[in-house]
């Protein structure tokens, strides 16, 4: 029989709500689905690749435990750089087959790139959080072996995974060779433009066996001195095993097995991992933990039940009906939100990744991303937004040395932060269409504070937890707003407070054009921002208990004339206007504008312009384009009274009419080169009922199952952007805030998305049914000994008893404000 061709590769298909299935192989697409069928647990995360697969072109097998970093410097262009890195950690993956009968074959180990593919079929079933894969391959003449994996990275258990493999022999009885193995011969090379940094971070490698079933290997990170350990038990839980023997290498630990296989009867192998780092607490040695953990690890079957039992109940606390295609994506987006941040998160050391676990783009760092999943974890999972805060808080003392380092006082949050908060950001980054290295200035995004003190203020708000808002939540809002009334300088010729040499959240702009330094000034975006955290901090210093008020102020030198100093910026930090609309920055307005038809006619996709135009010799910062919303930002963080009410405290009115013309400017002036432009974007449409909100909606949700941005996904999912969709439903569309002691309503259906709702948590209701159609929006208290909730749409407001329902009928007009 000639082999057969590789089977043609399709899209994830219409399977079914709960799954998302790829049919066929396509070595180029591998890791794409590698990236987007990555199962974790909020403590560690593997990538999708097939297990008998090793890295190269098309293959990535990674795996990465949240908050585990390494520094490395390596010799680029002639200077040194140093990187910290989330470190791919020793593969536990690995396991390989082969037909040792067959004829001149014994040393071929069978994989999906060979000629003999017959059919090739990966699902990831989100519902229970498993991923399998079936395989058919031609051998010689009519004989054929049919091979089924699941895997699972264990939910209830943050330490444990397990793979089944099951093997059919197909027109054949004989022997196959399995071999299920721990390799520790792996470095960070998973994004092509960091190839030129160093990757290799496991240093100090020890294998061994336990059992003759059971096999370890030990290593330690090269600076940041993390010991690691995985223990693999490989087991045949159907079938016969002839002979089996145990390979150990100075790298890797392997038991290899022979299978007695039969003509169309199964055989199986079970591997369970545990994994474990000298991070984790209430261990006394990482290699004991794990051997211990997987010595007493149930079997696959025991192991699946309490691992679907544990995505049940997150599945229950996270409800969302959403119809059609868009529901199917969302819950795409929130299975990869709680594999990269779940309760388990909650009791670590660590940020929100804006990659996720899922590769190593960003080098696992942490930027401002919170800000979009934050919310959305708020009135779901509030003590993962505690946990995620205690990660900036414990920081702060490095955020307010970075600030004196830099002559200011309070706290300089960084814009990238990895491992001890000291600022990651790169000095140079790789523009991979011309080759060139170049000045990277984007730590200047000293706006990332603001998002701080933000997730701060909208954690305590939903949550009402005001323990941590007089205590750790005070300190950070304390030192962030100390840190944007040192920064504003005040300009006699205005009368007005001035932010200087920042860059804001578009990034293309960096200088002025020809400047010598970097920096713009009165970036809106962070001068608005900066006003909102003054204000926060000083009804914050208002309102505390009077001896938490004196214990803080005598903790942090505080007095009150400082507070009179903050009441002051926050009224005249200056925001610049021009042609009628708030300007992104100081003499934005003075840049030329860029021929976008041209443009787009030469090079077709031109999100990312800012490649585009370095490689031709000019700079973004000659034009005025934005790469996303910056300005509009604004209109995402804030609702449209609370926008109108910042603006006129700045002494500027900001109407109806002004903000929509300040929409449009800028919409037609974005490239959207993030995906959170997107996201943005579609939210500010919908909240100003615009008829082309969907579009940008439809890219956000798009964004990493369609890879729109051209290849990136591969190398992590983009974590604010999934989250963000999320938030987009719960509260874009809704209108919902948690500000004032209630819950806020100002619903905005999209004709596209009409119908939907979800579940929350809010304050001590911990099911809390939201239901909005075209013309009704119904609110449902579960029956607790919980005070009633406070529900506000329009003019009316309702106190919903436990037990209670309340609908309003839709017809009303929309709140007052900006829209």
């Known amino acids: 029989m000639p082999s057969a061709p590789p089977p043609t590769s399709a899209p994830a298909g219409p399977t079914g709500e709960w799954t998302w299935e790829y049919e066929g192989y396509d070595p180029s697409q591998e890791r794409l689905r590698e990236s987007l069928c990555t199962l974790g647990n909020g403590y560690f995360a593997t990538r999708g690749a097939a297990p008998e697969t090793v890295a190269g072109a098309c293959h990535y097998p990674g795996t990465y435990v949240a908050g585990c970093y390494n520094r490395l410097v390596s010799q680029v262009a002639g200077r040194q750089v140093e990187n910290e890195d989330l470190v791919n950690l020793p593969n536990w993956l690995p396991l390989r087959f082969?037909?040792?009968?067959?004829?001149?074959?014994?040393?071929?180990?069978?994989?999906?790139?060979?000629?003999?593919?017959?059919?090739?079929?990966?699902?990831?079933?989100?519902?229970?959080?498993?991923?399998?894969?079936?395989?058919?391959?031609?051998?010689?003449?009519?004989?054929?072996?049919?091979?089924?994996?699941?895997?699972?990275?264990?939910?209830?258990?943050?330490?444990?995974?397990?793979?089944?493999?099951?093997?059919?022999?197909?027109?054949?009885?004989?022997?196959?060779?399995?071999?299920?193995?721990?390799?520790?011969?792996?470095?960070?090379?998973?994004?092509?433009?960091?190839?030129?940094?160093?990757?290799?971070?496991?240093?100090?490698?020890?294998?061994?066996?336990?059992?003759?079933?059971?096999?370890?290997?030990?290593?330690?990170?090269s600076t940041s001195d993390i010991r690691l350990a995985c223990a693999a038990r490989t087991r045949v839980t159907a079938g016969r095993a002839a002979r089996s023997r145990t390979v150990l290498s100075p790298t890797g630990a392997a038991h290899r097995v022979r299978l007695a296989v039969t003509d169309h009867e199964t055989s199986a192998v079970e591997k369970v991992v545990a994994l474990h780092t000298s991070r984790d607490p209430a261990i006394s040695d990482s290699s004991l933990a794990a051997v211990d953990d997987v010595a007493r690890a149930p079997g696959h079957a025991e192991l699946l039940l309490s691992h679907t039992a544990a995505w049940d109940r997150l599945w229950r606390r996270a409800d969302l009906q959403v119809p059609g295609e868009a529901g199917r994506i969302l819950r795409l987006h929130l299975f990869h939100l709680l594999q990269t941040l779940s309760p388990h998160t909650a009791e670590l050391d660590v940020g929100v990744p804006a990659r996720g676990l899922h590769g190593e783009a960003y080098r696992g760092h942490v930027f401002w991303d919170e800000l979009f999943v934050l919310?959305?974890?708020?009135?779901?999972?509030?003590?993962?937004?505690?946990?995620?805060?205690?990660?900036?808080?414990?920081?702060?003392?490095?955020?307010?040395?970075?600030?004196?380092?830099?002559?200011?006082?309070?706290?300089?949050?960084?814009?990238?932060?990895?491992?001890?908060?000291?600022?990651?950001?790169?000095?140079?980054?790789?523009?991979?269409?011309?080759?060139?290295?170049?000045?990277?200035?984007?730590?200047?995004?000293?706006?990332?504070?603001?998002?701080?003190?933000?997730?701060?203020?909208?954690?305590?708000?939903?949550?009402?937890?005001?323990?941590?808002?007089?205590?750790?939540?005070?300190?950070?809002?304390?030192?962030?707003?100390?840190?944007?009334?040192?920064?504003?300088?005040?300009?006699?010729?205005?009368?007005?407070?001035?932010?200087?040499?920042?860059?804001?959240?578009?990034?293309?702009?960096?200088?002025?054009?020809?400047?010598?330094?970097?920096?713009?000034?009165?970036?809106?975006?962070?001068?608005?921002?900066?006003?909102?955290?003054?204000?926060?901090?000083?009804?914050?210093?208002?309102?505390?208990?009077?001896?938490?008020?004196?214990?803080?102020?005598?903790?942090?030198?505080?007095?009150?004339?400082?507070?009179?100093?903050?009441?002051?910026?926050?009224?005249?930090?200056?925001?610049?206007?021009?042609?009628?609309?708030?300007?992104?920055?100081?003499?934005?307005?003075?840049?030329?504008?860029?021929?976008?038809?041209?443009?787009?006619?030469?090079?077709g996709d031109i999100r990312r312009l800012d490649r585009i135009l370095e490689e031709e010799g000019d700079s973004p910062n000659r034009y005025q384009v934005s790469k996303q919303a910056d300005v509009l930002m604004l209109g995402y963080l804030f609702s449209p009274t609370e926008l109108a009410d910042l603006f006129r405290l700045l002494g500027h009115p900001m109407d109806e009419a002004k903000w929509r013309a300040t929409v449009e400017y800028y919409l037609r002036r974005t490239s959207h080169g993030s995906t959170l432009s997107g996201l943005v974007h579609g939210w500010v449409l919908a909240r100003a009922r615009r008829g082309d909100a969907w579009q940008h909606c439809l890219e956000a949700l798009c964004g990493d199952v369609a890879d729109v941005q051209g290849g990136t996904t591969a190398e992590g999912i983009h974590l604010g952007a999934m989250a963000g969709t999320l938030d987009l439903v719960q509260r874009g569309l809704a209108g919902l805030e948690t500000r004032g002691e209630a819950l806020r309503f100002d619903p905005a259906p999209l004709p596209e998305l009409s119908a939907f709702g979800y579940r929350l948590r809010y304050r001590g209701h911990w099911d809390v049914g939201v239901r909005i159609t075209a013309d009704l929006l119904r609110i449902a208290v579960p029956a607790s000994e919980e005070r009633p909730v406070r529900v506000v749409f329009a003019d009316r407001t309702v106190m919903v008893p436990p037990g209670g329902t309340h609908e309003f009928r839709l017809s009303a007009p929309p709140a007052a404000g900006v829209h």
Request: proline share 5%.
């Open 375 to 603: 919310p959305y974890l708020n009135l779901h999972f509030p003590e993962i937004s505690r946990g995620l805060l205690n990660y900036r808080h414990r920081r702060l003392g490095r955020a307010c040395r970075a600030a004196e380092d830099a002559g200011r006082t309070g706290a300089m949050y960084p814009w990238q932060s990895g491992s001890d908060g000291r600022e990651e950001t790169q000095t140079w980054h790789l523009n991979p269409r011309s080759g060139r290295w170049l000045p990277d200035h984007t730590r200047l995004q000293h706006h990332v504070g603001s998002a701080v003190a933000y997730n701060v203020w909208r954690y305590c708000e939903a949550s009402g937890d005001t323990e941590y808002l007089h205590t750790k939540g005070a300190e950070m809002l304390t030192q962030i707003a100390r840190f944007w009334c040192d920064t504003a300088r005040y300009d006699p010729g205005t009368g007005r407070y001035r932010i200087l040499g920042v860059v804001g959240p578009d990034e293309y702009h960096d200088a002025y054009p020809d400047a010598g330094v970097p920096g713009l000034n009165d970036n809106a975006y962070t001068n608005v921002t900066a006003a909102w955290v003054l204000r926060r901090a000083l009804d914050l210093a208002r309102t505390l208990p009077v001896p938490r008020r004196r214990e803080l102020f005598d903790q942090l030198h505080l007095d009150a004339g400082e507070l009179d100093r903050w009441e002051e910026v926050s009224r005249k930090l200056r925001v610049p206007f021009h042609a009628g609309v708030v300007s992104q920055f100081d003499g934005y307005g003075d840049l030329a504008e860029l021929d976008w038809e041209t443009y787009r006619k030469r090079y």
């Open 98 to 221: 082969r037909v040792p009968s067959e004829a001149g074959a014994a040393a071929r180990w069978i994989t999906p790139d060979d000629a003999g593919l017959l059919e090739y079929r990966q699902t990831l079933d989100l519902r229970a959080g498993t991923l399998t894969r079936r395989m058919r391959v031609h051998l010689a003449g009519p004989r054929s072996l049919l091979v089924v994996q699941r895997r699972l990275v264990h939910m209830a258990d943050p330490h444990l995974a397990a793979l089944r493999t099951e093997f059919t022999p197909q027109g054949w009885s004989g022997e196959l060779e399995v071999e299920s193995a721990v390799d520790g011969d792996v470095t960070n090379a998973g994004v092509a433009r960091y190839g030129a940094l160093a990757g290799d971070h496991l240093i100090r490698m020890h294998t061994g066996a336990v059992d003759p079933a059971t096999v370890w290997l030990r290593c330690r990170t």
